[in-house]
C-alpha cells in the first residue's frame, strides 16, 4: 500500500485520501503526481539513496513514477493528494498560457521546470493547520469519486492548497534522492528483484530478461533509481529484514537468510551501513516502541 493512496481511480483527474499507518511499506511508484502532507506522528522516508525523518508539517512531493518507501515511527497520519499527470499538465498550460503554443510544449517545460527529485518540504505545523480543513474538505469531495457538480469546488480547494505549498516551496526543501521517471525495463529488473530476495541474482540474467546488455541495464537502471540493480537489491532485503525484526520473532540468523544473505554477520554489516543500527539494536528499539500505547 502506497503511503495515503495507490493510483487506482481509473481516469479521476485527482483523488485525496487521509489514513493512518503503522506499518511499513516497501519502495514502489504511482504514475501520479503526488502531494503527501504528514498531519500527526512521523515517519521515516525510504528510497535508494537514503533514510529521511517527516514530521508534522511536513509535505512530501512526487513525481509520476518516483520510487518511495516508507516506516511510520509508531504511527503517522497523512493526507495525500494523488494528481493525473496530464491534469497536471493542463494546469501547467493554463498557468503559463504566454509561453506555449500546444501542450505538447507545456509537457516539455514540465518536465524542464517541474520534474526535480522528490522534495520534503518544511511549510510548519501552524501552515498545516491552515490547511486542514481544506483538505479535509477536499477528501470528502473526492470520496465517492469526483462528480462533475463537485469538480470546481475541488479544483479551487486543490489552487488553494498548492498557492500556500509553493509559496513556500524555497523556503526549506530538502531532496529525498534524484527520482527521475523510470524506464519499463529499470521497473522490470526491480520487480523481478522485489519477487524472490533470496535469489542469487546475476548482473546479467537481469540483462537479459529485459534484452539489454550489462551497461545498458547499470545505466537505465542506474538513471531511474540511483544506483545499479545489485546494489538496489541491498536496499530492498534490508527493508525486507527491518520488517521482518519489527513484526516477527524469527532469529536474526534466519531473517538475514531469509531476504538472501547466508552470513549473518555480513547481513548485521549492511543494515546497520543503512539502518544506522544493528539487527538485535533495532529489534529491541521496534519493541520498547510498540510498547507505547497509540494516541486516539
Known amino acids: 500500500m502506497a503511503l495515503g493512496i495507490s493510483r487506482t481511480f481509473g481516469f479521476e483527474p485527482l483523488v485525496a485520501r487521509s489514513r493512518t499507518f503503522r506499518?511499513?511499506?516497501?519502495?514502489?511508484?504511482?504514475?501520479?503526481?503526488?502531494?503527501?502532507?504528514?498531519?500527526?506522528?512521523?515517519?521515516?522516508?525510504?528510497?535508494?539513496?537514503?533514510?529521511?525523518?517527516?514530521?508534522?508539517?511536513?509535505?512530501?512531493?512526487?513525481?509520476?513514477?518516483?520510487?518511495?518507501?516508507?516506516?511510520?515511527?509508531?504511527?503517522?497520519?497523512?493526507?495525500?493528494?494523488?494528481?493525473?499527470?496530464?491534469?497536471?499538465?493542463?494546469?501547467?498550460?493554463?498557468?503559463?498560457?504566454?509561453?506555449?503554443?500546444?501542450?505538447?510544449?507545456?509537457?516539455?517545460?514540465?518536465?524542464?521546470?517541474?520534474?526535480?527529485?522528490?522534495?520534503?518540504?518544511?511549510?510548519?505545523?501552524?501552515?498545516?493547520e491552515m490547511l486542514a480543513p481544506w483538505l479535509d474538505n477536499l477528501v470528502a469531495l473526492s470520496l465517492d469519486g469526483l462528480s462533475s457538480d463537485r469538480f470546481h469546488r475541488a479544483q479551487s480547494l486543490l489552487s488553494a492548497i498548492l498557492d500556500v505549498v509553493f509559496t513556500y516551496h524555497n523556503m526549506e526543501t530538502e531532496p529525498v534522492g534524484a527520482v527521475r521517471p523510470a524506464r519499463r525495463e529499470a521497473l522490470h529488473v526491480s520487480g523481478l528483484l522485489a519477487s524472490d530476495l533470496s535469489r542469487r541474482w546475476l548482473a546479467s540474467e537481469l540483462a537479459e530478461a529485459v534484452y539489454l546488455s550489462e551497461s545498458q541495464l547499470r545505466r537505465v537502471f542506474s538513471e531511474a533509481f540511483g544506483k545499479p540493480p545489485l546494489a538496489y537489491l541491498t536496499t530492498l532485503r534490508t527493508l525486507r529484514m527491518a520488517q521482518l525484526l519489527r513484526d516477527t520473532a524469527m532469529p536474526i540468523a534466519e531473517i538475514s537468510f531469509t531476504v538472501g544473505w547466508s552470513d549473518p554477520d555480513f547481513a548485521a554489516r549492511q543494515f546497520r551501513r543503512y539502518v544506522g543500527r544493528s539487527p538485535s539494536e533495532y529489534r529491541r528499539f521496534e519493541q520498547s516502541r510498540n510498547s507505547q500505547p497509540y494516541p486516539e
Open 23 to 128: 506499518t511499513a511499506g516497501p519502495i514502489s511508484a504511482e504514475d501520479c503526481a503526488r502531494l503527501i502532507f504528514v498531519r500527526a506522528g512521523s515517519v521515516l522516508l525510504h528510497n535508494e539513496l537514503g533514510v529521511q525523518q517527516a514530521n508534522v508539517g511536513d509535505v512530501i512531493t512526487l513525481g509520476s513514477n518516483a520510487m518511495f518507501g516508507y516506516e511510520p515511527e509508531g504511527f503517522v497520519t497523512v493526507t495525500t493528494i494523488c494528481l493525473d499527470l496530464d491534469y497536471v499538465i493542463d494546469q501547467v498550460f493554463w498557468q503559463h498560457a504566454a509561453k506555449f503554443t500546444d501542450r505538447l510544449e507545456a509537457r516539455t517545460f514540465y518536465e524542464l521546470e517541474y520534474v526535480k527529485p522528490a522534495q520534503l518540504l518544511r511549510i510548519g505545523e501552524h501552515r498545516t
